[in-house]
């Protein structure tokens, strides 16, 4: 059982930083991959970004390439998303899951969830 919390939302200007963490409960966090989806009002939950078990690996929607990068320190417990370069379209809730096994990009291929966090990006 994995218990996933995250923290630093809030509401940034159209430009500005972000960094999220997600602390997991838990002594196998290393053997997990993690992921990073976020969810606007009235749209589908959405893949942003992951990083396989080790931190060697990581993948990116389109949309926040060259703009957010996942990272991960597995002696802490904690995943990083850094969202530099904010747009009004990234406001969404942002969530942290975590898989056993291989990564994925499919929110129903993770097994645990955190509750998530608000980013709300002014234009």
């Known amino acids: 059982q994995v218990q996933l919390v995250e923290s630093g939302g809030g509401v940034v200007q159209a430009g500005g930083s972000l960094r999220l963490s997600c602390a997991a409960s838990?002594?196998?966090?290393?053997?997990?991959?993690m992921g990073w989806f976020r969810q606007a009002p009235g749209k589908e939950r959405e893949f942003v970004a992951r990083i396989t078990w080790s931190g060697h690996n990581t993948y990116y929607t389109d949309s926040v390439k060259g703009r957010f990068t996942i990272s991960r320190d597995n002696a802490k417990n904690t995943v990083y998303l850094q969202m530099n370069s904010l747009k009004p379209e990234d406001t969404a809730v942002y969530y942290c899951a975590a898989k056993v096994g291989f990564g994925s990009s499919r929110m129903y291929d993770y097994d645990y969830w955190g509750q998530g966090t608000q980013v709300t990006v002014s234009s």
């Open positions: 838990g002594r196998t966090f290393s053997s997990y991959a």
